[in-house]
């Protein structure tokens, strides 16, 4: 099986051609992160998850956030499923963590700005 891809690990975006028969080979990587990537890609897909959460008593009813780290892609309707479950009190701040290690992901969802409570 021959697949094309965009290693998008870094802004060069090199485009990869991997070839999976057994083992995984691949071409167009300028870098050895292009092979793990493509070999991530093919095994285990991961992407970093950017969602809104409900707060609750702030003066914004949703607070944006995001995984610090990619979690795997057949994952991802579990995740947000949960997190749309969620409802976080203010104040938030940016940077804060709303879940540590979601779903045994080893990801954190962190807030990615700052809600302030409701007067
Ligand atoms: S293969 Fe290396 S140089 Fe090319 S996009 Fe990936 S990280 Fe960047």
């Known amino acids: 099986m021959i ?3 965009t290693c998008i690990s870094c802004p060069i975006g090199c485009e990869l051609t991997v070839f999976v028969n057994g083992e995984i080979k691949v071409e167009g990587n300028r ?3 292009g092979l793990e990537y493509a070999k991530n890609e093919v095994t285990n897909p991961k992407r970093i998850l950017t ?3 409900k707060v609750e008593d702030g003066v914004m009813e949703l607070v944006s956030a995001k995984t610090d780290k ?3 892609k057949k994952m ?3 995740i947000i499923e949960y997190i749309k479950g969620l409802k976080i009190k203010a104040p938030v701040k940016r940077g804060d963590i709303i879940v540590n290690d ?3 992901t080893g990801a954190n969802l962190v ?3 700052t809600v302030l409570k409701k007067d």
Request: aromatic residues 0%; contains cysteine; glycine residues 0%.
């Open 3 to 5: 697949k094309k891809m």
């Open 31 to 33: 870098c050895p992160r």
């Open 51 to 53: 969602i809104s959460v």
């Open 70 to 72: 990619p979690v795997p």
């Open 76 to 78: 991802l309707h579990e």
């Open 102 to 104: 979601i779903l045994s």
């Open 111 to 113: 807030a990615t700005r």
